[in-house]
């Protein structure tokens, strides 16, 4: 099931984060999911806005596969 019918924003809580290599390492996994158009990643409010008709399994587990928690928030 897609987490949104179009070009949505859905908002990720992302935690494990420590620097802006983590950032940017979350930014770029997020973003080579299918169905995302973009992603902006907050490393002082552990949180991802995400963009595009991506299936919200798919982005939590991209995030967790790179060891970080994340959870919709």
């Known amino acids: 099931m897609a987490l ?4 949505e924003e859905v908002t990720l ?3 494990g ?7 940017a ?5 997020l973003e080579a999911v299918d169905g995302v158009m973009s992603a902006d990643v907050n490393l002082e409010e552990e949180r991802a ?3 595009g008709s991506a299936e919200a399994d798919a ?5 967790r596969a790179l060891d970080f928690g ?3 928030a």
């Open 13 to 15: 809580k992302v935690t």
């Open 49 to 51: 806005v995400v963009s």
């Open 25 to 29: 390492r979350v930014k770029d996994a």
């Open 70 to 72: 994340c959870e919709l």
């Open 59 to 63: 982005l939590v587990a991209a995030v």
């Open 4 to 7: 949104f019918d179009t070009a």
């Open 17 to 23: 984060m420590h620097c802006q290599k983590c950032v």
